[in-house]
């Protein structure tokens, strides 16, 4: 199912594409939550202290890769909105090619530092050999990782978000069921859990790029496209790097704060990691919508459609808005069971409540970077935006942590560095997004076109 963000009604449009992704970003975050959970009430707190901590390392990494295919999506959503199947091609094949080098570079890094990266995160010495067993098994399937997430952004790209979905959910199926026979009934720890995740990644890469190599589509991806053209790499790289720094530099920023609660003790630990789990419900919201309004805005761009692209940005302001709202509220209400999943030991859940009660309500402070963030990719102005994220969301987190938190030292601190630097984001980006950014010229010539037709 391939659906054309040109045409319709935008409401619609906008919820029926970012549903299944919506769906699909939770069946990724099964992935993890089956690894926390069985490890958690499996093995106990120290397990799930190291696979949690594990996961911020993780994010760290595919983060790089994941915000270059992100990038690029918006670049193949412009060909697919002009209607250029044959730049959509070669962009693929080109972005291919970028983004796989990328991520064996990261793959070998992890296997030469892992080490000093454990030692940076200040990892407990009951935790450390769990940990590092974990990692390197985890980062072997780094691989299946990019692949899945590059066809699957070329996917969207193009108006199927379903696919994905349903490769997903057979994924998801496979790690749990591994899971539980790896650690509950084969006893081989966090070992296996880190297996089961690898093998289950390689599902969901296997069928997306069977799906892709086999459609009789016009995007169909073939290497033969790679015909080296540089003005294409460049355009790639000006949309694609951008965005992939932005990640970088986001997880780094989330790097630093999980060193910094590594300090607390393994009960924090744990906690963070129960709240990393719930944490997650919201984050695959603003992903899904970040790209269906990314997507949105590219082929309506590509198309010309500047008045109903800009309609296309408040309509998801408000769908971003009222899903928050509604997640927020669900999470305050029943999050000592969703927590309870995790982890039946009573210290643990009762600071992961603290951390929930505290962060959750300033949720709604995000919405605007991710909304404003996305319209903005989608028209290819990704530079200036991935610099006020760098600086107001990474850099302020980092600065706080190593000001703030060294005068008060204390998870509260630590805590307040999210509301604090996504409030000063938002309101950076709102100011970019009137009165600086390429909308600009864009909002002129939607003037323009109004006082034409009246």
């Known amino acids: 199912m391939y659906q054309d963000l040109a045409k319709g009604s935008i409401t619609k449009g906008l919820l029926l594409f970012a549903a299944p992704m919506v769906a699909g970003n939770l069946l990724q975050q099964l992935y993890n939550i089956a690894d926390t959970l069985i490890v958690g009430q499996a093995l106990g707190r120290n397990a799930l202290a190291s696979v949690g901590s594990a996961f911020t390392l993780m994010t760290f990494l595919t983060s790089v890769f994941l915000g270059l295919s992100m990038g690029a999506g918006a670049l193949f959503s412009i060909y697919q909105g002009r209607g250029d199947q044959t730049a959509l091609r070669r962009a693929a094949a080109h972005a291919f090619a970028l983004i796989l080098a990328v991520t064996l570079v990261l793959a070998l890094a992890v296997y030469l530092w892992v080490d000093p990266i454990l030692r940076f995160l200040q990892i407990p010495?009951?935790?450390?050999?769990?940990?590092?067993?974990?990692?390197?098994?985890?980062?072997?399937?780094?691989?299946?990782?990019?692949?899945?997430?590059?066809?699957?952004?070329?996917?969207?790209?193009?108006?199927?978000?379903?696919?994905?979905?349903?490769?997903?959910?057979?994924?998801?199926?496979?790690?749990?069921?591994?899971?539980?026979?790896?650690?509950?009934?084969?006893?081989?720890?966090?070992?296996g859990a880190a297996l089961a995740t690898i093998l289950s990644q390689l599902l969901s890469a296997a069928l997306v790029m069977w799906t892709l190599m086999r459609t009789k589509e016009s995007f169909r991806f073939e290497l033969k496209h790679l015909k080296v053209d540089k003005p294409m790499l460049r355009k790639i790289i000006q949309i694609g790097f951008p965005a992939g720094l932005q990640s970088v530099l986001y997880s780094i920023s989330n790097v630093v704060i999980q060193a910094n609660i590594n300090s607390f003790g393994t009960n924090v630990i744990a906690a963070w990691a129960v709240y990393g789990k719930v944490d997650g419900l919201f984050w695959m919201i603003m992903d899904a919508m970040g790209i269906a309004i990314t997507t949105f805005a590219g082929q309506n761009f590509g198309a010309r459609k500047y008045e109903r692209m800009q309609k296309g940005h408040y309509v998801g302001l408000g769908i971003t808005t009222i899903l928050t709202a509604i997640l927020a509220a669900g999470v305050m209400l029943f999050g000592s069971i969703l927590g309870s999943l995790f982890t039946s030991d009573p210290d643990v859940l009762a600071e992961s409540m603290t951390?929930?009660?505290?962060?959750?309500?300033?949720?709604?402070?995000?919405?605007?970077?991710?909304?404003?963030?996305?319209?903005?990719?989608?028209?290819?102005?990704?530079?200036?935006?991935?610099?006020?994220?760098?600086?107001?969301?990474?850099?302020?987190?980092?600065?706080?942590?190593?000001?703030?938190?060294?005068?008060?030292?204390?998870?509260?601190?630590?805590?307040?560095?999210?509301?604090?630097?996504?409030?000063?984001?938002?309101?950076?980006?709102?100011?970019?997004?009137?009165?600086?950014?390429?909308?600009?010229r864009i909002n002129k010539l939607i003037k323009k076109e109004k006082k034409e037709r009246q």
């Open 125 to 191: 010495s009951e935790l450390y050999g769990a940990m590092r067993t974990y990692l390197l098994i985890i980062f072997a399937g780094l691989l299946a990782t990019f692949l899945y997430n590059f066809f699957a952004c070329l996917l969207r790209a193009v108006g199927n978000s379903v696919a994905p979905l349903w490769f997903l959910g057979a994924a998801a199926l496979l790690n749990i069921g591994l899971d539980l026979l790896f650690v509950v009934v084969l006893k081989m720890e966090v070992a």
């Open 355 to 440: 951390i929930i009660r505290f962060v959750t309500p300033f949720w709604f402070s995000y919405i605007c970077v991710n909304v404003f963030s996305s319209t903005l990719r989608g028209i290819g102005d990704t530079f200036i935006p991935m610099l006020l994220i760098c600086f107001g969301t990474c850099g302020l987190r980092v600065l706080w942590i190593f000001t703030a938190g060294v005068i008060y030292p204390g998870l509260y601190t630590s805590l307040a560095s999210y509301p604090l630097s996504w409030t000063v984001t938002s309101v950076a980006f709102i100011i970019y997004y009137y009165k600086f950014s390429d909308m600009r």
